[in-house]
Every structure is written in C-alpha cells, then in structure tokens.
T-cell receptor, first 115, second 114 residues
Framework: NAGVMQNPRHLVRRRGQEARLRCSPM?????VYWYRQLPEEGLKFMVY????????ESGMPKERFSAEFPKEGPSILRIQQVVRGDSAAYFC?????????????FGQGTRLTVV | DAKTTQPNSMESNEEEPVHLPCNHS???????IHWYRQLPSQGPEYVIH???SNVNNRMASLAIAEDRKSSTLILHRATLRDAAVYYC???????????????FGQGTILTVHP
C-alpha cells in the first residue's frame, strides 16, 4: 500500500506565476489535510477536505490560495500569483476517517521556492 | 484546542530509553493525545495516540497520567534514527462532530548521541 504521494517534490516558480501542488492520499482514505511549514517555523494547518467537500479552511489565506479534492484524482492545492513569502514546504496528509481517533499519514512534502 | 507544553530540547544516548514529557493541564474529557515526529527534511510521522489508558505500539509507549493533565512518550531504546522533533498534540471533538485539524506546537528537539 503506497503512502501519501505528493508531487512535485520540488517546485520553483517566479513571482506572479501559479503553483499547483498535488496530493494522492493513501488507498481508501477520503480525508485530506494540507499543512504549510515556513522556513525555521512550525507546521500550520491550512485546509481539511473530504471528497468533493471543503470541511475546514480556517488556515487558508483569504486570497490566492485554493484547494480541491475531486471525486476522481488527487487533491490539488493551488497558489495563484505566488510571492516570495509563499516559499515553504507544503505537506499533505490523509486519514481513513475523521480524526481524532485515528492517525494521519503525511507525504514527503512539496518544497516551493519562489524566485 | 487545548494547549500543550513540551521542553524545547532533550538529549539521549543511543540504546538508552527516552522519556519525552508533555503537559496539558486544560485537557478535556474527549481530547485525544497524539504524538507525531518529524525527521529532518521529511514529513511528519505518526507515532502513537491515546485517550485514557496507556498505549503501546512497535514504535513507542504512551503513558497517560491518571488525571490526564500530562503524558509521556517513551522510546524504549533510542537509535540515531529517532533524532527528530517530537510533537504532542491534543485533538478535540468540536460540538460533538470531530474534524481533522492537528495543531502542531514547537515540539521537543530530540538529539541522540552515538
């Protein structure tokens, strides 16, 4: 059973471009979470999705950021018009059911660099 | 979410047991205690979780105080691969409907010496 797959592992974008980060959850998992880790900082929750629904987006910046988890295919975190401050590691996690009485499995992350 | 307090850093020698403490004095009755760790340049990794009783798995043991205001993650024989940041997280039920936010604090940086 493959783990949570994130791609690309590294992404370089120029200021003003769009970044699309993909996350394929573990097989059978319908709950997906996105986290961001800025350089030398802790992990910050961004958004929690269940198939085709956004459950909690309280950690998402109000502008330029969006997330989706379609019925078919991976979850996508989209950042429009990237700025240098978006440079960070973005981690995706999945779980087979709602937390808290189960574990979340994390991917290896996408490291976004904005130049 | 209820707050947790962990030491900033701890050190251990290889093959010795490690006890990582976590205080959570404002824990409520339905809060689960989760532990995750993050190795350098990797994503977080689940370690263990529990509610009231002590828990054991292949990676570690979780000892929960009787009043649940503190817990201890126990690594029985530390290896160099256990060097990581360890996070103690409380995950609450919200209004009877649980949902998925794990709130990571600063964690404890564990250094393991050969």
């Amino acid at each position: 059973n493959a783990g949570v797959m994130q791609n690309p592992r590294h992404l370089v974008r120029r200021r003003g471009q769009e970044a699309r980060l993909r996350c394929s959850p573990m097989k059978g998992h319908s709950h997906v979470y996105w986290y961001r880790q800025l350089p030398e900082e802790g992990l910050k929750f961004m958004v929690y999705l269940q198939k085709e629904n956004i459950i909690d987006e309280s950690g998402m910046p109000k502008e330029r950021f969006s997330a989706e988890f379609p019925k078919e295919g991976p979850s996508i975190l989209r950042i429009q018009q990237v700025v240098r401050g978006d440079s960070a590691a973005y981690f995706c996690a999945s779980s087979p059911r709602q937390l808290p009485d189960t574990e979340a499995f994390f991917g290896q992350g996408t490291r976004l660099t904005v130049v | 979410d209820a707050k947790t307090t962990q030491p900033n850093s701890m050190e251990s020698n290889e093959e010795e047991p490690v006890h990582l403490p976590c205080n959570h004095s404002t824990i409520s009755g339905t809060d689960y205690i989760h532990w995750y760790r993050q190795l350098p340049s990797q994503g977080p990794e689940y370690v263990i979780h529990g509610l009231t009783s002590n828990v054991n798995n292949r990676m570690a043991s979780l000892a929960i105080a009787e009043d649940r205001k503190s817990s201890t993650l126990i690594l029985h024989r530390a290896t160099l691969r256990d060097a990581a940041v360890y996070y103690c997280i409380l995950r609450v039920h919200a209004g009877g409907t649980s949902y998925g936010k794990l709130t990571f604090g600063q964690g404890t940086i564990l250094t393991v010496h050969p």
